[in-house]
Every structure is written in C-alpha cells, then in structure tokens.
C-alpha cells in the first residue's frame, strides 16, 4: 500500500484561474464568434494550490520604499531645487505604483467565490466564515484606492506624499496579512481529484475511524479516545492491486438537525455533497464512543437516506469489546419492542462487516471489499465522463 498523504505542499504557480467567471464569458463569446460548439464546462478542484503568493504588509512596504529612493531626476534638469522637486514627484509616483500593483494583483488572481467548485465554496465559507473571503479581498482592493488616491493628492507636495503613503500603508496594511492568511489557510486544504474514486469514512465521532485509516492506508493519522479528534478533512492516497484511491477521514457527526451542526460536521456534508464518494460508515457498538447505539442508528438512518446513491459500506469496529448481549445505555429505553432498533443495537445494520484493530478480526474481508468498492466507483466515474463527451459531440 502507498503512503497516506494528509496534506499537499503548497503550489507557487501564479494561479490562471480557469474558473474566473469573466475568462469564461470570454470564452463563450470566442466560441461564439468562431461558430465552434461550445465544450460543456467541467467544474474542477485545485484552485487553492493555485492561489497567488502574498507577501507581508511590511516587505511590501519595505521593497516599495527601497525602489522608490533609489529613482533618480530627470537627466538634464540644471536647477537644483526643480531637479530635487522633479526627482521627489518621480519617487512619489514609483512609491505609489510599487505599493498598487500588487494589491492590484491580489484582487484580480484570487478566484471569485461563486465560480469556484462546490465543495471548495464550501471549505471556504466553513473553514474563513460565511462572507470573510469577499471581505478581506475588498478591504485589499479599498487600499490600493487609497493608496492611488494619496498619490495622487500630494502629487504637488512631493515630500509630504512620500510620507502620506507610507502612513497609509501602515495603517491599512492588515488588509494584505488577513489575506496572507487566507492563502495560507486554503493551501492547506486537501487536494482531492475528481476523476480518482475516493472512500469517505464517517461515523459518529470517536468510533474507529481514523484507527481504520491505518489499517487501509499506512497513513497516521491522530487516534485518541475523546470526540472530534478529526479536526478537519484528511485526504490521502492508497494503492490497492496496483490501482491508486483516495480516502478521506471526516470529523464525526452527531444526532441533530443540519441548522444545529458545528462547521466540522458541515465539512463532512459537505464531502458527501460535492465530491463523488463511496461511503465507508463506521459504528460503534461497544460503549466506548460516547455516543450510544440508539444514537448512532437515528444518524445512520438519515445518512443513508440523504446520501441512497452512494457505493455504500457498514463496518462495526471495536468488534473484540463486544459482549453476546448489546451495551444498554441508561438513557435508552431497554423494553423498546422496535425491532429493527434492537437488531441493529446487537449486531449492527444488515450486512455490516465486524472488525477489530485490536485483534486483526475481518480486516482482510474489509480491504478486499474496500477494493471492490473503488473499483465499483471508478466505473462510475468512467461512465459519467461517457456520458459527458457524448452530450458534448451532440
């Protein structure tokens, strides 16, 4: 089996931005013009390992500064106090045109929200907050206005405007770390590739998920006894029958509506929304988890009904901690004459395979039928992409 990696490097390829809505406008008008059938536009990942470099507020300054004084006069100016005036409006407007550009720069290179994939919109309102990305990229474009609007105004006092920039520029410089920031934040995320079929483990938080990363991948990621170990979403690739797959961890979810889920829940909705996913879902029978059987099975059943079309997989972990008789919450109610309820409490759903990393139990059924799963998804994904080119050359 390959190594599992949870994060990709960062990339420092100026980012072209094939899903910037006016590109693609421009796209459709060539087409357009040219009478070619328009190509049916595939949405795609990866715009956050594209994102522009962003340098500190103070190097951006600082460079800018250096650049600026070492602009000379105009050669062939005799008169000392014009040529000093001539070389003063020459470093104000160089001082002014180093501090624009790359805010400029910023602004045009990082993507517009809504024409980003769905499930990297969806990592980035999570992950920054509802509205914080646009914020920051306007609070950026705000200062290159002024910074412009500053030059331009002390244009006649050379001397002073040097130094009415600098003021800007230090007082409203935040803007470019905030977004320094954001590009650090969304680098991190992981790289999922959409024509790589790609295992989602979910459960209710601490049931064995990340302990079954191990065992499919020789990944390792952090295994502890207590809820949300999962912080965020753990993509990494396996090799299996010489075939490459992704899987990924998600944070686990707990029995409530959608309105009441913290963001790290939102993540996991969010994998199974947006990305072409076969589940792997993991229970926990044995007590340990915190979260009881009765619980686990309200959450299975919404899971399974959302999310029917998925290549579907129940595992129940812990296997060795189970007893002939079924853990009994207090707060359960043990006279329940449901049926389906209390088969699952004592043996999981139907079909479930019983597993064990502590004893090894199953886990050769799990990987063999971890293998036809990807596989069963990789058809998938080819005969989507069929269908694709077929409505295209129509």
Known sequence: M????????????????????????????????????????????????????VMPSVDILSSALKKAKRVSATKGISNIAKRERNKAAKQLDALM???AVPLRDYVANFPNRKCLHPYERSLTELTLGDGNYEKVLKNVDALRKKVVSAG???????AKGLQRLEEVFNREGKAVDDLLNIAKTLR????????????????APNVGKSSLVRVISTGKPEVCNYPFTTRGILMGHINLGYQNFQIT?????????????????????????????AILFV???????GTSPS?????????????????????????????????AYVTEDED???????????????????VSVMNEEGLNELKDRVYQMLVGQMDRIKSRSNEDNAEVAT
């Open 295 to 327: 619980d686990q099975f309200t959450i299975y059943k919404e899971i399974k009904e959302r999310f029917s079309d998925h290549i579907w997989l129940d595992v129940v972990s812990k296997c060795d901690l189970l007893q002939t008789s079924p853990v």
């Open 2 to 53: 390959g190594v599992m990696s949870l994060y990709a490097s960062p990339s420092i390829t100026e980012y072209r931005s094939s899903c910037f809505c006016s590109q693609q406008a421009q796209a459709a008008a060539r087409g357009v013009l040219q009478n070619k059938p328009m190509v049916k536009e595939i949405e795609s990942v990866g715009a956050f390992q594209k994102l522009p470099m």
């Open 152 to 158: 331009k105004e002390h244009a006649s006092l050379c």
């Open 336 to 354: 329940s004459e449901h049926l389906e309820m209390a088969s699952y409490r004592k043996m999981g759903p139907d079909g479930a395979i019983r």
């Open 249 to 277: 961890d998600t944070p686990g979810l707990l029995q409530r509506c959608d309105e009441d889920r913290n963001n790290l829940e939102k993540l996991t909705l969010a994998v199974l929304t947006h990305l072409p996913t």
């Open 283 to 289: 229970h926990d029978l044995s007590g340990e988890c």
């Open 97 to 99: 045109k180093e501090l």
């Open 188 to 203: 991190a995320m992981p790289v999922v590739d959409l024509e790589t079929p790609t295992l989602c483990l979910v459960g």
